[in-house]
């Protein structure tokens, strides 16, 4: 899949296009979920991925989603940003609805965990989860 938007910004989820070292740097440096992730675990975690779509601009990547999944019955979507400057154009939107809508996990069930930004997901079929959701947090 190779997907143009408005303003030049290309998504594309060919997995050896991925910048692992642009994704560290975000993840790491600036997320707030997975600070001080170290390299090595942000390329595994990239190359254990289901799906991890890119979104590029001037052939940088600067924004990432990742598709956690049995690619049968379940899809859990992981690490989604754009960076800062790029905000605020529909570019997450579209990131988001490319993993959920689009392609091969979108009639999946799928979850996700989010601090912020609910209304984006609400807006692509995401709810508060059910009484059945239960969660072990690492050791
Ligand atoms: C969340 C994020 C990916 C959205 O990217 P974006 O390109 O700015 O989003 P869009 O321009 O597509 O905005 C889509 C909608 O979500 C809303 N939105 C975006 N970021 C939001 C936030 N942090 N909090 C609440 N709402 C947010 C926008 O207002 C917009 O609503 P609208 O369509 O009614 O105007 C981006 O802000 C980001 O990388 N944030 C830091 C990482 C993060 O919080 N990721 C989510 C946790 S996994």
Redesign the pocket.
Known sequence: MRRELPGGYVLDDDPARIDVEAAHAYLAN????AKDRPLEVVAASIAGSARVIGLYHDGAQV?LARVVSDDATQAY????????P???????????EEAVERGAHANLKWL?????????YR?LGFDRPSERVMERSRR
């Open positions: 600036e997320s707030y979920w924004g979507l992981a690490d989604v940003y754009v960076l800062e790029h905000r605020g154009h529909g570019l997450g939107r579209a990131l988001v996700l965990h989010t601090a912020d930004a609910h209304a984006l807006e």
